[in-house]
């Protein structure tokens, strides 16, 4: 029998950081349930290498119970009848279970995913605030727009989406679980929730808390398992809609499969995002956009800053700079207070970051700083801030999606020849330029295509929509936009009458 909550998380021990957690439940319909058949999955630590949790693989039959129950809790259930103070405060309790909680959590991501506790200790208690965030927005956002048109009075009114099925990454496991779940729930959506394989353990902690903030049974299940679990998932044709973060080639296949049915779609995929280094650059604003865009997170991170474009005429310094920022790093044990880079998520993750290295070096790239495992790291998944320069925007290493801590750096003569690199690409998620001037900077802005675009810095802002253009995705999450995109908007042509008690 799996492990059944009382809320807190087991006592952490030594540089292991947290013992083992087996878990053999999942969530569906209110009550944690067995899993059905398939073989658990191993959660491996990826600084000691050491399996540190156990979670079930949820098969079609979990995944056909869970959105069961998600159907019924949003056809007949009490939730999305609920006004959205009274969801609100239900999440709002969940929120506050959380954070009596968040240091062991910001612990477990570092177990889980490898982040230095440096980072996720400081990074971790920004969820609790983006919850209560995405909670007063969707209170401000609860609108009846009542109008008077030449067909007469209407009211545009909104209505959940339906049931969701999330699916998400390991990247971020706990700040992307709470922007994913409680813009869906707080409009009224009912949730099947599937995090990472690799990075699952969170998602217990935060199905706990929802359960003991008392959410209706059946608004929120948790399925874990692999990407078969996330096919069946979005495959059934219960599901009204489907909000994803993950990799460009499985937001194609879930694409094409939700498209079949017209379900309701948020892709929030790759990136190969180009920071631009204008001639009169700031050089120390352009080093800490570089060391948090380019290297924060091991790099695993969809917006991160992969390519870096610099005036021709001033390389070298340039390069200098992007190399003094993969070099402060101090990469070790996430649970080394002094560390600031941790190892990658996993083994397959690392070898996939060291072949791009081998790519690079084999196109005709030359490596400025690292290219290999840190000496006196071979336990763990770990891999060396890595700068490329002599490196074309045709290579491998230019156009792909590394996820690691592996720049390049390339010339341009001219501005434009910058913004043309910048836009010769298949994604357009995120990028920035460092400049002093204010009328080049928007100039660049708003010529790279993007979803975002950041100014002499790298920043993440929830209180504005984030999303791609391009093969980085649909749809914008974040902020008013990212509640919206859970409601579908309803026309009622009014009476007269109904124009008066609506406005009344
Ligand atoms: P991934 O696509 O392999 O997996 C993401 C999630 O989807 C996992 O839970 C996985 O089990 C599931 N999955 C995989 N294939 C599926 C399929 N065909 N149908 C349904 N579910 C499926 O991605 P990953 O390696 O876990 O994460 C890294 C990727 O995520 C990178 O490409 C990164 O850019 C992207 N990402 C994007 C954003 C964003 O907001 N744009 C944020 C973080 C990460």
Redesign the pocket.
Known sequence: MGKHFDGRLPQRDGAEAMTQQNYDVLLINGQWQQSNSREPLQVISPSTENVIGTVPNGDSKDVESAVAAARRSFDTGPWRKHSIEQRAAILERALDLLEGQIEDVADLVSSEMGLPTSVSRKKTPGAIWAGRYFLETALAEETVDVRKTLWGPAAVIKEPVGVVAS??????PFNMAISKIFPALVTGCSVVY????DTPLDAYIIAKALVGAGLPEGVFNLVTG??DT??WL?EHPDVDKVS?????G?GR??AASAGQRFARLQL????KSAAIVLDDADPAKTLQGIIAGSFANSGQV?SAYSRILVPSASTSTWTDVVVAAGKSFRVGDPFDPLTTMGPLVSRVQRDRVLGYIQAGLSEGAHLALGGGIPTGLDKGFYVEPTVFTGATNAMRISRE?I?GPVVTVMPYDSLDEAIDIANDSDYG?HGAVFTEDPERALYVARSVRSGTFSINSYTHNVQAPFG?VKD??IGREMAAEGINAYYELKTINLTDATFGALTN
Do not use: M, Y
């Not at 699916?167 to 971020?172: K, Y």
């Not at 994803?244 to 460009?248: L, R």
């Open positions: 699916i998400a990454p390991w990247n971020s599937k995090p990472s394989p692999d990407a996330g096919r979005v994803f973060t993950g990799s460009t499985a296949q879930i929030e995929l790759g990136g969809c999606e996820f998620l791609g980085s995705g």
